[in-house]
């Protein structure tokens, strides 16, 4: 326990330590293994009825319509099992988690996700694994830390970590896994963060290069062969994938704005219907957004048939998702961006007739609407780049990123996607940055642990042990009361930190052998006498972070919290408001030092 103890202190701080990396290793090892677990599920389901995984075109009409109805049902039946406020699940509610839990995910939405999300895949529904993995990586991660009982800011680490070993696990993408995490859940780079989530991802790829092949989805396409005159379709297609996106993210806003009073039973099926229709005229919108780019290979680049598809694939998306099946939103991204740049490429081979664009225009369009529509401009640059192990698409990429960022974000104002979800679902996201700043430190770190505790004393004798006792070991008061509720009699515990407002000792004389006298109902400071003060002390866990007692101090401005681990009782240390302001003002640390109480 005394071990578990220091490594908890240790955590407490924003600093790079092994045993964070240790932890990382663990937790990104597990979160990979229930991802390649979720993956095996989705395969075993599709071999039951599918040529080819994702591959729906094998498939005859009536099945293409039969079986996203079934999956829905299937996807009820689970909700059903868990209760329906369970259902929230993906990337914004993990964002969500982060913001208001620490990513700590209960257990429930984390079974919706694996089975929801499973069936739904194997059903057609055009929705991505990356959504399921960031939630699954996060929940087994933050588990980990939850059980034991780390301080908040690590187990927030802990949760980032996850995440990066579950999208690297699910598309053998080191890197741009370490990027999204940054730039899209946790929006800072900071070496204590980036450290851990890189040996986490590692992980990642390792264990699905151990459970599967090592090639990448698209290192299939050709070489890129641009030249300098491609550079002006280049510039048209990303301001078309701009618009794109700007459409595509407020057309699944409405969508889930307008259904929101809707009961979940009757929204999965009419996304059910939607899907189910489509796909039996568009077999090869259905699925994730590999199929959509095996399609648009397929089409001979002919223009009419890559116009449906894209059609398709986006109204299949944005009713799937916004109507609440289960499932991520950056593999049919892919698809959408994959066909809009075949569709460029077919009109720019109309103009270059010697030119084979189509895969080049492919690769470019899945960049462009990535970024574009989640707003994370390097990590689509980087996951494009891995994905198609084409080191050479990285300046074209880069301008199609640039422009269809611009004009999405700019002449739109158009938003992240995930952003966007959180704030028509009324979901925190974000907080002041005040409790950002104060959140990347536990309690623990900081905490002064010598104190001198005495009980019941009298006004005389507490003032000797104050004029006595060390500067820097604080005097904490312990009283016990008994109110009558309810006919019954109830003890009541409560702390105070007794301390001079002023250098001059107190007169001996001007002191009586009285009790301290401390109100029930007591405000968190005032004077017991001429010159001595009380503050109470407010309870709080072991793991929570600075953020917390700020929080609780912040009112009165003044005073301290008391740590305590299992029992409310049991005192391990105090963390004054002065530590607090003194480290907002000055970003050092007073670690284990008291401070003078302000009035």
Known sequence: MKVLNAVRKHLALPKTSWQICLLAIIGGFASALLVVLFTLTIEAIQQLYLVK????????????????????????FFAWLTG??????????????????????????????FFGSAIA?????????????????????????????????????????????????????????????????????????????????????????????????FEYLNKIELIQ?????????????????????????????HSVKIHIVPRLM?????TGSLGYLIPGAMGAGAGAVDVSLASNWQIELLIGLLLAKFLMTTFALGLGIPGGIIG?????????????????????????????????????????????????????????????????????ITISSIVSGQIFKNRSIFTMQLDVQNLIYSKPPVEKTLQKIGVLGLMIEKFELIEQASKQSLAGVLASSNIDTPVILKTVKKITKNKKVIKVTSYHWAKFDTQ????????????????????????????????????????????????????????????????????????????????????????????????
Do not use: W
């Not at 995984?53 to 996807?75: A, E, K, W």
């Not at 989640?374 to 080191?391: F, I, R, T, W």
């Open 53 to 76: 995984r994702d591959n729906y075109t094998t498939l005859d009409d009536i099945s293409r319509f039969d079986l996203p109805i079934i999956g829905s049902l299937i996807i009820l």
């Open 84 to 113: 329906y406020q369970y259902l929230r699940t993906g990337i914004p509610f993990v964002l969500h988690r982060l913001k208001v839990a620490h990513g700590v995910i209960p257990f429930k939405n984390t079974f919706n996700q």
């Open 121 to 217: 895949l194997a059903s057609g529904f055009s929705v991505g694994r990356e959504g399921p993995a960031v939630h699954l990586g996060a929940a087994c991660s933050s588990y980990l830390g939850n059980l034991l009982k780390l301080p908040h800011n690590s187990t927030r680490t802990l949760c980032a970590c996850g995440i990066a070993a579950g999208i690297s696990a699910t598309f053998n993408t080191p890197i741009a896994a370490v990027i999204f995490v940054m730039e899209v859940i946790m929006r800072e780079y900071k070496v204590h963060i980036f450290i851990p989530i890189m040996l986490a991802s590692l992980v990642g790829s390792f264990v699905t290069n151990f459970a599967f092949d090592t090639s990448h989805n």
């Open 229 to 257: 005159q491609h550079y002006i379709p280049l510039v048209i297609l990303a301001v078309f994938l701009g618009l794109l996106a700007a459409a595509f993210n407020k057309t699944l806003v409405s969508i889930i704005q």
């Open 270 to 274: 009419i996304a059910a219907l939607i």
């Open 332 to 400: 049919p991204i892919v698809g959408i961006g994959a066909i809009a740049g075949a569709l460029s490429g077919a009109l720019a081979m109309q103009i270059y007739p010697g030119d084979h664009l189509g895969s080049d225009f492919i690769l470019m369009g899945m960049a462009g609407f990535m970024a574009a529509s989640l707003n994370a401009p390097l990590a689509a640059l980087l996951a494009v780049v891995e994905l198609s192990g084409q080191l050479e698409i990285v300046v074209p990429a880069m301008t199609v």
């Open 504 to 599: 001059t000792p107190l007169a001996n004389s001007s002191l009586d052998n009285s009790e301290v006298t401390i109100p029930f109902e007591d405000e968190h400071s005032y004077q017991t006498t001429d010159n001595m003060c009380l503050h109470k002390l407010i309870p709080i866990s072991h793991q929570a972070t600075l953020a917390e007692a700020y929080q609780l101090l912040i009112a009165e401005r003044c005073g301290a919290v008391y740590i305590y681990q299992d029992n409310i009782d049991d005192i391990v240390g105090i963390v004054t408001f002065e530590q607090i302001r003194q480290y907002l003002v000055t970003g050092k640390l007073i670690i284990g030092k008291p401070t003078h109480i302000e009035q």
